[in-house]
């Protein structure tokens, strides 16, 4: 497997576990936030301590790696207890600029053009997630959009049949017509 091949892989997975969080959003307590907080910070500090065990570059990968991991971890956190869309895609940009973050430290590795290379591929891989999770955000405010568009002519149908009507009915009519379409 190219290196190429494992960044993609690895931005792939980062987005779609971006998308099965997207049903356990809003699914924690305050509680249980800031006690996935206060993990995530204690997890950093146990891989960073273990970090400084190693030398050279294996370090800066360590340390890149533990930064990214608690990072995700708290972006992660944040969308499970808000359930926000701008979360989400914060979420999948974390993971994205992580990613390529850890990728290019492990570029460090290569020398000349070969290191040119391996921190472009990094680049557009990070750019590509990006992209995707913003076309997800723009496809999911253009579905809210027509969910919309919808519920406004369902209820001008309604209303104008309420317009057949007169007095208690017709005010019975009108009332059900806006608690049905939210107006």
């Known amino acids: 497997m190219s290196k190429t091949t494992t960044i993609q892989a690895a931005v792939l997975a980062a987005c779609l576990s971006a998308v099965s969080y997207a049903n356990a959003a809003g699914m924690i307590t305050k509680a249980d936030y800031r006690a996935g907080k206060d993990a995530a910070t204690a997890t950093y500090k146990a891989d960073k301590e273990a970090c400084d065990k190693l030398g050279d570059n294996a370090k800066d990968v360590c340390m890149a790696e533990a930064k990214a991991k608690e990072k995700v971890a708290k972006a992660e956190l944040e969308y499970k207890y808000t359930g926000k869309a701008g979360d989400r895609k914060h979420l999948a940009d974390v993971k994205a600029e992580t990613a390529y973050e850890v990728a290019k430290e492990k570029c460090d590795d290569k020398a000349g053009n070969d290191k040119d290379v391996c921190v472009k591929e990094a ?17 999911g405010d253009a579905s809210k959009d027509a969910v919309d568009d919808k519920m406004d002519a369902n209820y001008k149908v309604a209303k104008e049949k309420c317009d057949a009507l007169s007095g208690d009915a017709k005010s019975s009519c009108m009332d059900n017509a806006k608690m049905h379409y939210k107006k």
Do not use: G, S
Request: glycine share 0%.
């Open 123 to 139: 680049k557009a891989v990070e750019t590509k997630a990006k992209a995707d999770a913003k076309l997800n955000k723009e496809v």
